[in-house]
């Protein structure tokens, strides 16, 4: 294959010889980049701009009906941080954020680590690996609600019949358990995609290195953190952030599960956001909580990736 | 940048003024909630066939799930867009009516007002006005367990609050592990305790806008409904985790809970799933007084049609005595006072018989721009009371929130 | 297979006089690794398995308590509802486009986007990639309204075309990052011996870096594909027809206000997984096979 490439390269001037030099060259990067930076702008400034220019409007439905929306400065953001829910719901979300981030972080580089090698069935397990990632969304977390139930709750089943409970329990009613079933559920769903971004970078590391790593059990952990980590320290750095972001943004587990109760105990920024906007059809105070939400996002994965990028450059 | 969202508006505006101009045809745009149009055969197509040939109109359903209509309505609405007519679940229409997105039909539906039962046509109206009118209505009874109910050594269905509580508490058995009564929790629960409250002579809202959800009535309808879980353990434990119908069933469907408050749709969902399950239908059990709560939907016009003539036409169409025979295909209940004769009663299927029969005790719920709120406000107030806070004080907080929303 | 057991053997040897250590025997390993995999099987397959179960169960079996793990007796009756109806394959060929429209569109821009960012230095390509993740931060479902507003001007509601540039914004940004990414692992020596060779720039990223890249682009394509497939919220929003509606949102019509129907459900969540699990099963070996050769090592 190589070998031909340099052939026909050498006996004919190719197309794309144009951006080997001068203005072509030049251009070269930005042609590669300009559909998608072109796309961006279309569909991701506007609406995103927008959203945030509404935290600072009086949007009701009232108001967007009859065009007026007058300018109400912070005051969305006041009316935000005087109901009592949204600390909950902050602190809910960091609880939300780190167990998610972590377990999915964990269990997927584990899952990855179990699924590079090639033995007999692998194919079959990779696939079923990916299933929770596959199911739609709707129907998954519907299928968990039914397992938590406590009429009819397969789990609640289980584990009576192991031992660990005596009587069924019901796991998404009680305030002090909501939230932690439907991380289980999250971490569950999310998992998969960790696990195969971290597989395909996986096969990019060079064979020799993780064949010395598998082989010497004694010091696997060592071998998995001086060697294996650093070696896709690049995709667990994306890993991390991408699921930071869509954890933050998971929206169909708790709502479909919990609507973020009982009595607020499973509230996370987002589920309120979206009760302020599509409960009470307040969409400025909605965009308030998402324009924060937002902003925390910005700011903390900004400074996660500097940290990477500082540690590069040592 | 600030005008960002001004020019969007406008965008918005731009279009419902094209949407205004004068059409070629009257092309109705029809949302309606999915299982009324849940297949090419559904009823719906063939009633509105003969609408089309009779008026020369057109129409053009489009189906959208309960879950889903409240959102895409006030997003397309909000962009000037949305449907010519809609179907609404009667506790939507004051938000909507508030907002200024419904048509006002006061004028044209006055000659016709008195063909619909009061308590549904009610609900359309709001602050004196007209916006919509009942599509179909249901209301909430007592579902019984016969055999359990038998076992517990109780000869008939309880028909007073203190019957329904000894029943309650006879059938509980914590060996067997069954129960008196399944309950729903948060918005379900609100649900069935509403027409506890008018049954103790209270009232949630009155016709004024005052707020009486503090009133001793409701604390002790809510006192009474709460500690058949707290105190008694008469309830199954879905009390605290209950969110639709199904789950509100299931103890029910188990046999594992001898009653349960629920509507005619419940009917088709036992005898699906538990085909041999004896069970009977009852008016829910009187306090001071007899009432029940009242659902169903309702369909309006949207403001700004361009065809406002030809959509009432087809409210009128499909909310008149048609609807007798159309919703009964769909195992449903018609609005109308038609429905309401003896005769009428007698022809429908024979569980369906109690919920007509009782249909006169029907409250509607307050028909109040930011019901929907309340509504999850009550939910709240039901999960916090079932874990164990004073009714008195829960329904404190809640009027405090309710006053809060009324005032807005 | 044979191969890779075979380096393995050589490996092994090599590294066997500085591995004194080494206790566990092969057969040891292989069962520990086995023992895991099936764990991480169960835990990722059991509610699938409890779904496909709930679609098998008659009827009066959804209920039952206390539940049972193996359904007693089989119907097949959901499915042979489900897929006898026309709806279910107009449906279905609507995802079906929707899927491979924009699996194509974000591959194909991603993988130009991504090299760029990861290997050419020019104004904007380290703050780029950045503004491209921030875009996507914004909670999905205050995006509804503008979006409308969007599509509504355009004239693209209720249509198929609509969905694209909306799905195109959901998936773009973190399909570019994640190729960037992905480019950025791959060694540099390799592209550096192509364009000694005489490869032009775009030779040597079509012929050599792409073909290394692929078990990037591999889970690129995984990622959009599942979630175009899946995807909800905006399809709910912006389509409004029977004839332009996708899968999920015909599942969404079998959850009803009152009463749902478990089972029809359950099965039209198997069967939408079904494809995509089909298309995994035969995708994943390019997971591996980009870089199977010895072209790393080197």
Redesign the interface.
Known sequence: MTTRTRETTRLKPHWSSIFENGTGARLYPYLMVMPAILIAIGVVVYPVVSGITSAFYDVTLRTLNSGDMPFVGMRNFERVFADPNFMRASLNTVIWVVLNVVAQLGLGLALALLLHRIVPGIGFFRSGILVPWVVPSVVAVLTWRWMYDPSVGIVNEMLVRLGVINDYHPWLGDTATALYAVTVESIWKGTPFVMLLLLAALQLVPKSILEAASMDGASGWRMLWHVILPQIRVSFAIAAVLTFILTVNNFNAIWLMTEGGPLNSSEILFTLAYKYGFQRFDLGRASAVATMLFVGLVIATTIYLKLIQAKEAD | ??N???S??????I?AGMGTAPGWADNLVLWV???L????DAPLYAELKKFETETGNKV?????????M???L????????GPDVMAL?IAWVA??A????LMDITEQSAPLAAQYQPGPLAGGRYQGKQYALPLYTNNAALIVNDKMLAQAGIDKAPATWEELRAATVAMTNAEKGTYGISFG??RMGAFQLYPFIWQAGGEIIDDAGKSHVADPEAIAAVDFLAKLYTQDKAM???V??A?????V???F??E?AGMVIS?D??I??IK????NLAFSIHPLPQGKKAATVIGGYNLAVR?GTASPKAAFQLVEWLTGERSIELMGKYQRLSATVAATTPEAIAKLPKEMQPFMAQAGAGHPRPVVA?W??MH?VF??MW??VI?GKPAAEALAEANAEVENLLAR | MSTSSSTRETARDRSTASLRRRRTPKWVRMALLYAGLWAAFIWCVFPFYWMIATSLRAKDEIFARPPSIVPHAITLQNYVDLLIGAQFWRFALNSLFLTLSVTVISVLLSVTAGYAMARHRFKGSVMLPLFMLYGQMFPPVLLLIPFYIQLKFLGWLDSLYGLIPVYLSYMLPLCVWLMRGFFAQVPHSLEDAARLDGCTRWQAFWRVILPMARPGIVAVATWVMIHTWNEFLYASTFILSERNRTLPLGLSGLIGQYTTDWGMLMAGGVVTAAPILLIFFFLQKHLVAGVGGGAVKG
């Not at chain 2, 969007?8 to 505006?13: E, F, H, K, S, T």
């Not at chain 2, 006030?74 to 867009?81: C, P, R």
């Not at chain 2, 699906?272 to 085909?275: D, F, H, L, S, T």
């Open positions: 940048m600030r960002l969202l001004k969007g508006a406008m965008a918005a505006a279009m909630n999915a299982p149009a849940s297949g090419p053009e359903v489009q189906a959208v799930p309960h879950m889903e409240e959102r895409n006030f997003v397309a609405m909000s962009g000037g867009a679940d938000g909507l508030d907002a200024g997105l929790s948060n199954p434990e879905s605290l985790t969110g639709n119908w199904d789950e069933h299931a103890p469907i188990q594992r509507g749709w419940a088709s969902a699906k799933n538990a085909p403001q930011s929907s709120e999850g939910g709240n999960d916090a874990r």
